[in-house]
C-alpha cells in the first residue's frame, strides 16, 4: 500500500515539513516519486519512520540516526550500534551527574536564601567548592576526632546539599538568632531560641552531651578565618553559646529550688 505525504503525515502524526526535510537530508526517502514530484511512501517507510521516532527518542541527533541505520547494510552493523549505545550512555551519565550536581548546589542556596535572606556571589563560589571537595578530606578529619559510632550519629546530621527537611529547620531557626542577637541572653526571645537549638542539638546527636561539645569546639571557626559550616561564624555560636549557657544556669537554678 503506498500513502501520500499528506496521508503519510496523518497516520505518523508527522508534520509534512519534517517528513520533506528527512527527505532532503536523506534520512528518509519516499518509496516512490511521481513525475508531479508528488512523494509517496510505502509500508517500509512507515517502520523507519518509527525507528527514527525511537532512536531520537533514545537521544540520538538526526545525522547519528542516519548514520545508524545506514550500519543496518554494513555486517558489522551490530559493532556500530554498540558503540553508538555506549557513546549515548557515557553522555546520559555525564549529563545526570551534572544535574544532580546542580540540584545539590540549588538545594544548598535555598538553604542559604533561607537563613540569610540572600545569596551573594560569594555564597554560590563558596558552594561549588564545597561540593567539589574530595571527600576522603571529609572521611579522615572524622576518622581523626571521633570514633565509629561517632562518626555514625555526625554522618546522619543533615546534608544541606539534599532535600532534608531538618536543613531548613535548622536555617530558619539561625536566621531567628541573627536577626535577635541584639536581645540579651536573658530575654525570653533568647531563652526560646536556646531551648529549640538545645532540643534539635540533643535530638540529632542521640542525646550526647560530650560528642556535641566536641563537635561544636571543631567546627568554631579561628578569629579572622571563615566558618567552617556556613552560617556558622565566630559572631553567631558566641551568641548562641550566651543564650545557652544563661539557659542552662536558670534551668539547674530552677531544678536546685525544686529540691
Not at 193 to 206: G, K, P, V
Amino acid at each position: 500500500m503506498m500513502y501520500s505525504i499528506g496521508a503519510l503525515s496523518k497516520k505518523t502524526n508527522i508534520s509534512i515539513r519534517t517528513l520533506r526535510y528527512y527527505d532532503e537530508i536523506g534520512l528518509l526517502k519516499p518509496a516512490k516519486v511521481a513525475e508531479s514530484g508528488y512523494r509517496y511512501y510505502s509500508n517500509e517507510e512507515i517502520k523507519v519512520l518509527q525507528h527514527i521516532a525511537a532512536l531520537k527518542e533514545l537521544g540520538f541527533t538526526l545525522g547519528t540516526i542516519k548514520e545508524m541505520l545506514s550500519a543496518g547494510k554494513d555486517s558489522q552493523q551490530g559493532h556500530r550500534w554498540k558503540d553508538y549505545l555506549d557513546f549515548e550512555l557515557a553522555a546520559v551519565r555525564k549529563e545526570k551527574n551534572r544535574l544532580d550536581e546542580l540540584e545539590k548546589l540549588l538545594q544548598i542556596a535555598s538553604y542559604a536564601l533561607e537563613m540569610k535572606g540572600e545569596i551573594e556571589a560569594e555564597d554560590i563560589f563558596l558552594f561549588i567548592k564545597a561540593l567539589q571537595s574530595p571527600s576522603e578530606i571529609r572521611e579522615t578529619f572524622l576518622a581523626q576526632h571521633f570514633s565509629e559510632h561517632e562518626i555514625e550519629i555526625i554522618k546522619n546530621l543533615p546534608d544541606l546539599s539534599l532535600n532534608d527537611p531538618r536543613s531548613m529547620e535548622w536555617a530558619k531557626l539561625i536566621r531567628k538568632v541573627k536577626e535577635n542577637m541584639h536581645e540579651p541572653p536573658s530575654s525570653i526571645i533568647s531563652q526560646k531560641l536556646a531551648e529549640e537549638i538545645l532540643e534539635i542539638s540533643m535530638e540529632w546527636f542521640q542525646q550526647d552531651e560530650q560528642l556535641i561539645d566536641r563537635y561544636w569546639s571543631l567546627i568554631r571557626p579561628e578569629e579572622g578565618t571563615e566558618a567552617k559550616v556556613y552560617g556558622m561564624d565566630a559572631d553567631v555560636m558566641d551568641h548562641i553559646e550566651q543564650i545557652v549557657d544563661y539557659y542552662l544556669s536558670h534551668l539547674e537554678e530552677g531544678d536546685g529550688n525544686g529540691s
